[in-house]
């Protein structure tokens, strides 16, 4: 089965209205900029592109699967909200160097396609990331490991941006209390 055929599947038995901004958009909101252009990369229902729009950002969203981006154009036009949501691989048709302000990639990981996320950003742009890691406490998430960052790996990929916000807590101490499973990012690019 092709991943479009996947993620379309998925998408089909998932409830459009429920979608949520993921926890590094909403916990670092407060850095994002007043107006620009956003990006939700491999958006899903794209709950990030909507909390962007909200926030008077011009929001693109992209994904692989036809039915996720027609579930998400769907709840903009209920909550009249503009976005530019986009049937698209972003593995084989990544974003333009210099395209945006903020670019939000959240449980994806291509990758190969790190060079040119970051590339696509603006000087001063944003990048908010979240995603599984190997080092998990239960069984969220994907089980395969090529699908989770290595320790630290998030801020090897993002190596040319200034570091913003960085969390990622695995196995350490109690892990009955705090964030698990996954890392997190907000990088800025800071050259021109």
Known sequence: MSDRLKWNDRYREAAAQSVEPCYV????????????AALDLACGMGGNALFLAERGLETSAWD???????????????RDITITAEERDVSASPPDPDSFDVIVVSRFLERHLMPAIVAALRPYGLLYYQTFIRDKVDDTGPSNAAYRLDDNELLRLCGGLHLRAYREEGGVGDITRGWRNEALLVGQRISH
């Open 25 to 36: 958009l909403t916990e670092f909101a407060h850095l994002l900029p007043a107006s620009g």
């Open 64 to 78: 692989l699967s036809s039915v996720a981006i027609d579930k998400l154009r769907a709840v903009a036009k209920t």
